[in-house]
């Protein structure tokens, strides 16, 4: 029988996709089932992208579709407090069920995952935990961990699972035991060193598994930490600097570099720093990632030396209120800060320093806490435990104008340096025991008017 051209084509096109599958835009479905729903959604981050649940208020169900084209795993934040890693294919479910009642841990799957899904979350899979002490010796460890790890996949191999999932599972169990690798404590730095390097892996295909990420981040800051020369903290754009070179110098895979490179910079973007936003631009790969940093950077030019400061009103420690308004006329040095924060309260003491220093100067020095609203009162007596001085308010959850100075993610400590007009002279000033900013402080002060 012959067949009309365009049934002919139609039949070709129908048997190819039976064949080899349509290649399109592809998803998995997690779908959420809550009991005694409190309003708190359920998160789900895969790779460095970070998305809400919508949960109807009244049934506690809500599901999310997730543009996947493999297998991959995911973290889902389940509660406050907890994570699950959950595993997703194109084209199949899962389904999370739960209470949200204090006390209740429980969590079950159904759908065509649960079963793997369980076999990650189970509590007496074999593994180590904790710090571990290299007493015999990091060779003696080492061999330990190869064998914890050939029972693990051992175990792996004697179930019925895909060979997709086996193949992924085993390149987990494989990062684990490197991540647990970073934990170890020896005297023999050198040799750690020598061992750890001799099997890190630079492989993009492991960038699906949320522990490979946090092996490339923890590794590169042990690199750091054992290349640093000096005993102080490293922050800002040192560490920044550090961690660059760490990571130019010991990793090539282009998506494991943009990993790390996005990691690193990507809180920069509203400082306006070019050599970081070129070399952001050059090895971050991920688009969505790149949009967000472009917004970022535009962000910085509102914040630029001679814009106006936002304008706020925010309550004081005594219940008062302070607005921008009131302090101007004299230059303005805003602390950032939170009572969780231990960087931030190390800077105190040099901070209370300068308002000696300065005292009776037309200088004004405001810090500003962001915990939230419900630590006020451990606000409150972290300022008369620390004997805090200056003006003290409180950002009272006002995350809106905190995102004008922290676009991308809240990083404290920070410092801003306003004029008499309240005008930013610097949105990234030194911080107090940094001697450059005392005379920073002067040299503003001297000026003729």
């Excluded at 007493?135 to 019925?160: C, F, H, P, W």
């Excluded at 970081?276 to 990632?289: A, I, S, T």
């Excluded at 106006?308 to 921008?324: A, M």
Aim: net charge positive; with cysteine.
């Amino acid at each position: 029988m012959k067949m009309k051209p365009l049934k002919y084509i139609l039949w070709i096109f129908c048997f190819s996709l039976a064949l080899y599958g349509c290649k399109g835009k592809q998803t998995a479905t997690l779908s959420f089932d809550i009991r005694d729903y409190n309003g708190t959604a359920p998160r789900v981050k895969i790779g460095v992208a970070d998305r809400p649940v919508a949960i109807d208020s009244v049934t506690g169900q809500g599901s999310i579709e997730l543009d996947i084209q493999s297998p991959v795993y995911a973290t889902v934040n389940a509660r406050k407090f907890e994570s699950k890693l959950v595993y997703l294919e194109p084209g199949k479910d899962l389904k999370l069920s739960y209470s949200m009642k204090p006390g209740e841990k429980e969590i079950r799957y159904s759908g065509s995952l649960a079963k793997e899904t369980e076999f990650l979350n189970q509590i007496n899979f074999y593994s180590r935990g904790g710090v571990q002490v290299a007493t015999g010796g990091i060779q003696a460890y080492v061999n330990t961990s190869d064998s914890i790890l050939m029972v693990n996949r051992q175990k792996l191999e004697g179930t019925s699972f895909s060979k997709d999932f086996k193949q992924l599972e085993h390149k987990r169990l494989q990062t684990n035991s490197l991540l647990q690798l970073l934990r170890v404590f020896t005297r023999d730095t050198a040799l750690y060193l020598q061992t750890v390097r001799e099997r890190v892996i630079d492989d993009s295909t492991f960038m699906v598994i949320p522990a490979y990420r946090e092996f490339l981040d923890q590794y590169i800051r042990l690199l750091v930490r054992m290349k640093n020369d000096t005993k102080r903290l490293l922050e800002g754009t040192e560490l920044a600097d550090r961690r660059l070179e760490s990571i130019f110098e010991n990793m090539k895979d282009p998506a494991v570099l943009s990993y790390l490179v996005d990691i690193t910079l990507f809180h920069f973007g509203a400082d306006g720093i070019e050599r970081y936003n070129n070399l952001y631009r050059q090895y971050v790969q991920d688009p969505e990632r790149l949009a967000l940093f472009a917004k970022a950077c535009k962000q910085a030019e509102k914040i630029a030396p001679g814009q106006p400061c936002p304008d706020f009103s925010f309550q004081d420690n005594k219940g008062e209120t302070v607005t921008l308004a009131d302090l101007k006329g004299k230059f303005v040095y805003i602390d950032m800060w939170a009572t969780w924060c231990g960087p931030c309260k190390g800077e105190m003491p040099s901070l209370l320093d300068l308002e000696k220093r300065f005292e009776g100067k037309d200088i004004l020095f405001v810090s500003l806490s962001v915990d939230k609203n419900k630590d006020i009162e451990l606000w409150k007596q972290t300022i008369e435990k620390m004997g805090l001085g200056g003006i003290q308010l409180h950002l009272g959850e006002n995350w809106a104008w905190l995102k004008n100075f922290m676009p991308a993610s809240m990083s404290v400590p920070r410092f801003v340096l306003l004029d008499r007009e309240g005008k930013i002279i610097d949105a990234n000033m030194s911080r107090p025991s940094d001697k450059a900013t005392a005379e920073k402080f002067h040299e503003l002060l001297n000026a003729k008017n």
